[in-house]
């Protein structure tokens, strides 16, 4: 069993293999989680780590990615939700089927892993749940509804669970990532878009272990991110 545990949910090959990989350096025995549990099997084992199928929307699934990791690694101390969807289109067109999966996706998972991950927590004594944002966390823009409602409920989340879980030493951080993260994805990469124009994904995975880092005494709740000539 390992002294430090955690969890990185919607473990994609972006951010969230870059999430992994930082707090893997840090020390921590990690699990990473997304629908198919094959398409990381190949990123838990150059870390060390452990995959496991989950999909977040989905309560007892969560519960049992939990029971899962902690019998086999431990208890988890640092958590981080990373998983979302987006489908662009009109509000006009798109439809109450897809809406509700942005949603479920982008918020009710978040709800399903910070709980499972709150409540071992508080017996604990402490840990860290990071919530990834977006620029829609904080305004819904055109075409964007889809993406808007569910960040904007998760940012929600976090401000109450931070509220809740702080006295009991649970730090509850949110990261809002406003611009695009470097891929692989056509029109995502360095290349395409220039270096200064794109978020890289270890830069952002160093500012979550700053949060996870940071002493009781100053935490911080809400932490944007922009690459340096992003228009805001």
């Given at each position: 069993?390992?002294?430090?545990?955690?969890v990185?949910?919607?473990?994609?090959?972006?951010?969230?293999?870059?999430?992994?990989?930082r707090?893997?350096?840090?020390?921590?025995?990690?699990?990473?989680?997304?629908?198919?549990?094959?398409?990381i099997?190949?990123?838990?084992?150059?870390?060390g780590?452990k995959?496991?199928?989950?999909?977040?929307?989905?309560?007892?699934?969560?519960?049992?990615?939990?029971?899962?990791?902690?019998?086999?690694?431990?208890?988890?101390?640092?958590?981080?939700?990373?998983?979302?969807?987006y489908?662009?289109g009109?509000?006009?067109?798109?439809?109450?089927?897809?809406?509700?999966r942005?949603?479920?996706?982008?918020?009710?998972?978040?709800?399903?892993?910070?709980?499972?991950?709150?409540?071992?927590?508080?017996?604990a004594?402490?840990?860290?749940?990071?919530?990834?944002?977006?620029?829609?966390?904080?305004?819904?823009?055109?075409?964007?509804?889809?993406l808007a409602?569910?960040?904007?409920?998760?940012?929600?989340?976090?401000?109450?669970?931070?509220?809740?879980l702080?006295?009991s030493?649970?730090?509850?951080?949110?990261?809002?990532?406003?611009?695009?993260?470097?891929?692989?994805?056509?029109?995502?990469s360095?290349?395409?878009?220039?270096?200064?124009?794109?978020?890289?994904?270890?830069?952002?995975?160093?500012?979550a272990?700053?949060?996870?880092?940071?002493?009781?005494?100053a935490?911080?709740?809400e932490?944007?991110?922009?690459?340096?000539?992003?228009?805001?």
């Amino acid at each position: 069993m390992a002294d430090k545990v955690a969890v990185v949910v919607g473990a994609g090959p972006g951010l969230g293999a870059a999430l992994a990989r930082r707090f893997a350096a840090g020390g921590y025995s990690v699990a990473v989680a997304r629908r198919r549990s094959d398409d990381i099997a190949g990123l838990a084992k150059d870390m060390g780590g452990k995959a496991y199928a989950c999909d977040a929307t989905d309560a007892e699934a969560v519960m049992g990615l939990f029971d899962a990791v902690t019998e086999d690694l431990g208890t988890p101390t640092l958590v981080s939700y990373n998983a979302g969807a987006y489908s662009p289109g009109s509000v006009l067109e798109i439809t109450a089927e897809e809406f509700e999966r942005c949603w479920r996706i982008g918020c009710l998972g978040g709800f399903n892993v910070g709980q499972a991950a709150a409540r071992r927590m508080v017996d604990a004594g402490g840990g860290s749940i990071l919530f990834t944002g977006a620029t829609a966390s904080l305004r819904g823009g055109k075409g964007f509804a889809n993406l808007a409602v569910g960040k904007f409920g998760l940012r929600a989340l976090a401000q109450s669970m931070a509220r809740e879980l702080g006295p009991s030493g649970v730090h509850v951080a949110h990261l809002i990532i406003d611009g695009q993260i470097a891929s692989d994805r056509p029109g995502y990469s360095e290349a395409e878009r220039g270096e200064n124009h794109v978020l890289k994904p270890e830069a952002i995975a160093e500012a979550a272990w700053f949060l996870h880092s940071q002493p009781k005494s100053a935490w911080t709740h809400e932490l944007d991110l922009r690459p340096y000539v992003e228009k805001w």
